[in-house]
């Protein structure tokens, strides 16, 4: 079993940045090949954030290009998403996420493993 804890939630203005940290352990590296985020909105469905591959690779959502980056420290099997000018509607619980494999796949249901959440709340 892999075990996923982020860290770095918080509550935050308009505007300014937030950072996240997700340290992953357990099992074989290659189950977590592919590190990510994805967020929930009450009442909504989860959906993607961005993803990160072992060697470097990235993948964003739309809605965050250009505000936020994902980076990993394999050497402390961590990812971190460093978010800039927050807006409102980022509001959410952030969730890390793991896979195997190599394709950085933006549905939930293609993801094997996911750490408990982290509250992000951006006021205005």
């Known amino acids: 079993q892999v075990q996923l804890v982020e860290s770095g939630g918080g509550l935050v203005q308009a505007g300014a940045s937030l950072s996240l940290s997700c340290a992953a352990s357990?099992?074989?590296?290659?189950?977590?090949?592919?590190l990510g985020w994805f967020r929930q909105a009450p009442e909504k469905e989860r959906e993607f954030v961005a993803a990160?591959?072992?060697?470097?690779?990235?993948a964003y959502a739309d809605s965050v290009k250009g505000r936020f980056t994902i980076s990993r420290d394999n050497a402390k099997d961590t990812v971190y998403l460093q978010m800039n000018s927050l807006k409102p509607e980022d509001t959410a619980v952030y969730y890390c996420?793991?896979?195997?494999?190599?394709?950085?796949?933006?549905?939930?249901?293609?993801?094997?493993?996911w750490g408990q959440g982290t509250q992000v709340t951006v006021s205005s």
């Open positions: 996420g793991a896979r195997s494999g190599t394709a950085l796949l933006t549905q939930q249901h293609d993801w094997n493993y």
């Open positions: 357990g099992r074989t590296f290659s189950s977590y090949a592919i």
């Open positions: 990160i591959r072992w060697s470097g690779g990235t």
